[in-house]
C-alpha cells in the first residue's frame, strides 16, 4: 500500500486540483441571484459542495447551509494536513476552526444564552476530527463566562484572561476577550513556523506575517479604547513578531500622535494605502481589512509565482475560505430577503 502522508507531490497536485475546481466569481454572482434557498442549493448540487448539502433536510435555513459549506472545507483542509510534506503551519491554520467556535461559545456565555442556542450556531466538526470534542463540551457547561474561558486558557494567559473579562464585566467591551482567544492561536502558529523547515519557510512568511503582525498592531491600537496601560496591553501581544519590531510597537503603544508612530513603521504590503488619520478602532479596522485583502491576493498569486512550493496548500484554504464565506453570506441575503445591488461588491473577490 502507499503511503501518502508527506509525500512531496501528491498534496501538492493535489492543490492545484481543488484549485481549478473554485467557482468562477461569475458563478458566484449567479447563485446571489437566486430567489430561494432551495433553488440556490440546486444550482450548488453539481458542485463539490453537493454531498454535503445532499445531507440537508427541508425547509433549508442559511446557517445549516453554512454549516455544510464549512465541513466541506475542513474535511479538505483535514486531508491536505494528512498528507503534506511539511504540515506544521497547514496543521495549525486548521486550528483556526477550533478557535472560531471557542469565540462563538464564549461569547454565548457572556451574553447568557442557553446552551441549546449556543450549539445551534456552532458545528464541533472540526474538534470530532481532532478528537478534542470534550474541551467545548466542558465549556458550554460552564455556569460563568470566567469558568469557560477558563477550559481554553494555559496560565501563562492568566493575566490578559483576568483583563478581558473585567473589560467586558465593567465597559461591556467583548473584543478584549476575542484577543485572548487569537493570541493563543497565533502562539501556535508561530511555533509551527519556527517547526517549519527553513526551506519552505519563504514561501510561508508573508501569511504568518499578515497573521500575526497584523494582529500585534491592531491589538495595540485597540488597547487605547479598553483604557489599558501599556504593560497590561503587551499581556495581549503575541511572543514574537515578524516585520514588525517590538520596539516599534512599544513606541506605538506610548505613542501621542497615532499617525506619526504608525507612518515610521516599517511598511509591509498590509499597511500601504491605509489612511493615517482616525480612531485607533478606525485605524485597526483598515488594517484587518487590509490583511484579509493582502492574504488573498498573495494567496493567489503563489500557484504561478511560486509554483509546486508547500505555500500552495495554505493558499488554496485561504482561497477556499473567501469561497465558503461568499456563499453563507449569499444564502444568509436569501434568506433574509436582501436584495441589495451592491451586495456582490461586498463579497470577497478571491481571484
Known amino acids: 500500500m502507499v503511503k501518502l502522508t508527506g509525500d512531496p507531490v501528491y498534496a501538492v497536485a493535489k492543490a492545484y486540483a481543488l484549485r481549478s475546481q473554485l467557482l468562477p466569481f461569475p458563478v458566484i454572482e449567479e447563485l446571489a441571484d437566486s430567489k430561494s434557498l432551495t433553488e440556490f442549493v440546486e444550482r450548488l448540487r453539481a458542485s463539490p459542495y453537493g454531498p454535503y448539502l445532499g445531507q440537508l433536510q427541508k425547509p433549508y435555513t442559511a446557517i445549516e447551509l453554512e454549516k455544510a459549506f464549512w465541513r466541506h472545507l475542513i474535511t479538505e483542509h483535514h486531508s491536505l494536513a494528512e498528507t503534506s510534506l511539511t504540515p506544521q503551519l497547514l496543521r495549525q491554520y486548521f486550528m483556526r476552526y477550533v478557535y472560531s467556535n471557542v469565540k462563538t461559545i464564549l461569547k454565548g456565555k457572556a451574553l447568557g444564552k442557553p446552551v441549546d442556542d449556543i450549539m445551534k450556531s456552532i458545528d464541533l466538526y472540526a474538534e470530532t476530527l481532532l478528537g478534542v470534542r470534550d474541551q467545548a463540551l466542558r465549556a458550554l457547561g460552564a455556569k460563568t463566562l470566567t469558568e469557560a474561558v477558563k477550559e481554553f486558557t494555559k496560565t501563562e494567559l492568566a493575566s490578559a484572561v483576568s483583563t478581558a473579562i473585567n473589560l467586558w464585566e465593567t465597559k461591556r467591551d467583548y473584543s478584549a476577550v476575542d484577543a485572548v482567544v487569537d493570541k493563543m492561536y497565533l502562539e501556535g502558529l508561530l ?161
Open 191 to 351: 511555533h509551527a513556523y519556527r517547526e517549519t523547515p527553513a526551506s519552505q519557510r519563504k514561501e510561508m512568511t508573508p501569511f504568518v506575517s499578515m497573521d500575526v503582525d497584523g494582529y500585534a498592531l491592531t491589538t495595540v491600537l485597540r488597547s487605547r479604547v479598553w483604557g489599558l496601560m501599556p504593560v497590561q496591553a503587551k499581556d495581549f501581544l503575541p511572543s514574537q513578531t515578524i516585520m514588525i519590531g517590538r520596539e516599534a510597537l512599544d513606541i506605538l503603544l506610548t505613542a501621542e500622535d497615532l499617525g506619526k508612530a504608525l507612518e515610521d513603521l516599517p511598511k509591509p504590503e498590509f499597511l500601504s494605502k491605509i489612511s493615517l488619520e482616525g480612531s485607533p478602532s478606525t485605524l485597526a479596522a483598515q488594517i484587518e481589512e487590509n490583511v484579509k485583502r493582502n492574504k488573498l491576493r498573495y494567496a493567489s498569486k503563489s500557484f504561478y509565482k511560486t509554483p509546486f512550493k508547500q505555500a500552495v496548500l495554505i493558499s488554496y484554504v485561504i482561497l477556499k475560505e473567501a469561497e465558503v464565506k461568499n456563499l453563507a453570506t449569499i444564502a444568509k441575503n436569501i434568506e433574509e430577503g436582501v436584495t441589495d445591488p451592491n451586495v456582490i461588491q461586498r463579497l470577497l473577490l478571491n481571484y
